[in-house]
């Protein structure tokens, strides 16, 4: 059995190795629950200390407001997978300008979430040798597998996705038994659809099995 520290090491040396050109574009993607920020975290934290110019953005800066987000209404699982995130913004705005021949300007964040505004000026500029670590749900739907150079795919049992989520959103989403009955009807409703769809474990460059945290498996790379 590996532990966290080893598999977050072999990573950093695939990922710093890359030597593309132009900024590396790596998607955590996963089902919600899955444990994909503090992954992405961790591993941009290993490539820092390497003194590799590595940034984390955060998923919750890439909403679509909140017209767009619930106009299927807020329980729908469609609506979520469909409308949650503004991809053709993460598209547009930041993985096509650090891509091949890109200015390298991109976005940190297009959305606030707490006052539904969008956002145009927030703004960096990334090292040509940087690594950018973005993690989300639903990071290969569409066309949007193109425009990642790695996608690293955490795989977690349903059961086990939805008891984190339950105990990290419990206080927002009203108490635990109203976040269980969202998160089977609306949140992991909707990555079931993407799993169905998408196959995205299939079309990741690498899986890691991600049951046990401490203990995540590289299943494929």
């Known amino acids: 059995m590996t532990d966290r520290a080893a598999v977050l090491e072999h990573l950093a040396d695939r990922l710093a190795s890359a030597g593309l050109g132009h900024p590396l574009r790596v998607g955590i993607d996963g089902v919600c629950g899955s444990g994909k920020s503090t ?9 820092v ?8 953005l955060d998923s919750d800066g890439f909403h679509s407001v909140r017209a767009i987000r619930y106009r299927q209404g807020r329980g729908s699982a469609r609506g979520y ?10 598209a547009d705005r930041v993985l096509r300008p650090l891509g091949p021949g890109g200015s390298r ?19 960096a500029k ?4 940087a690594v950018v670590v973005f993690d989300g749900t639903f990071l290969q739907r569409g066309g949007m597998r193109a425009l990642w150079d790695e996608v690293v795919f955490l795989e977690v049992d349903p059961a086990v996705a939805v008891l984190r989520g339950v105990e990290r959103d419990a206080t927002s989403l009203g108490g635990p038994e109203a976040a269980r009955a969202a998160y089977e009807s609306r949140y992991m409703a909707a990555c079931d659809i993407y799993l169905r769809e998408e196959r995205p474990a299939e079309r990741a460059s690498i899986v890691i099995a991600h049951d046990d945290p401490d203990f995540p498996v590289l299943v494929r790379e």
């Open 126 to 129: 990334a090292e040509p040798d």
């Open 49 to 56: 200390a390497r003194g590799v110019p590595a940034v984390q």
């Open 105 to 123: 300007l991109y976005a940190t964040r297009v959305h606030d979430l707490a006052t539904d505004e969008t956002l145009d000026d927030e703004l």
């Open 39 to 47: 992954f992405a975290r961790d591993l941009t934290g290993v490539l």
């Open 81 to 90: 997978y469909e409308d949650a995130y503004d991809f053709a913004a993460l």
